[in-house]
Each structure stands twice: as structure tokens, then as C-alpha cells.
């Protein structure tokens, strides 16, 4: 079973920066497709980031040149990386993991962490 713990969320000003991280309990962490999703009030989960286990990367448009989605195999965690956030970044953030292909749709994810709190005040 696969566990995954995000950590990192809290309450930031307009324009400040945050790191979530998102620790999983896998023993081949490196071959996962890992994504980061989120969700706001009242909206449906949205992509926000995903790396493949080969590197590949995509971003949601509203997070491109903020946010950076990184990798340590090592240490079976990944990480988000949000700078120059705004109000509408305001959601809760999910990590999540996939074992084949490639895909930025949630239903392509199979474990998925219980989320942490991103709140970003104007």
C-alpha cells in the first residue's frame, strides 16, 4: 500500500512563496509519474504539475513561470515549489502518483495523499 504525506502548506501573503513537499512510503519511488493537483472551494480538482520518472514535465497555464516541480529519488519525495502566489492560488494542494504513461488528468493517478492547506491572502 502506498502511503504519500504532503507537507508544507500554511497561510502566505500575496507575492510570498511556499514549498510543499510530499513524502511516499514506495520502495521503486523513482519509476512513479508524481502530480500535483488542487482543489479550491466549490471548484473541481485542477492539474497544477507533473514529472514523469524520465523528466518529462508539464504545468497548468495559470502556475507556468511560478511554480517548479521537482524530484528527490533518494528521499521519495516531491516537491512544489510556488512563487509569486495570488488569492486564487487559495486551495487545497494534493500530491499524487502514477505507475504508467504519462498524463496530467487526475483519473490517471492512482495514489494520491491527503492534501495540505494553501492559503494566500491580497
Known amino acids: 500500500q502506498v502511503q504519500m504525506v504532503e507537507s508544507g502548506g500554511g497561510l502566505v501573503q500575496a507575492g510570498g512563496s511556499l514549498r510543499l513537499s510530499c513524502a511516499a512510503s514506495v520502495r521503486t519511488f523513482s519509476r512513479y509519474r508524481m502530480g500535483w493537483f488542487r482543489q479550491a472551494p466549490e471548484k473541481e480538482r485542477e492539474f497544477v504539475a507533473a514529472l514523469s520518472w524520465s523528466g518529462n514535465f508539464a504545468y497548468a497555464d495559470s502556475v507556468k513561470g511560478r511554480f517548479t516541480i521537482s524530484r528527490d529519488n533518494t528521499k521519495n519525495t516531491v516537491y512544489l515549489q510556488m512563487n509569486s502566489l495570488k488569492p486564487e492560488d487559495t486551495a487545497v494542494y494534493y500530491c499524487?502518483?502514477?505507475?504508467?504513461?504519462?498524463?496530467?488528468?487526475?483519473?490517471?493517478?492512482?495514489?494520491w495523499g491527503q492534501g495540505t492547506q494553501v492559503t494566500v491572502s491580497s
Open positions: 499524487a502518483a502514477g505507475t504508467t504513461g504519462w498524463s496530467t488528468y487526475s483519473k490517471a493517478y492512482e495514489y
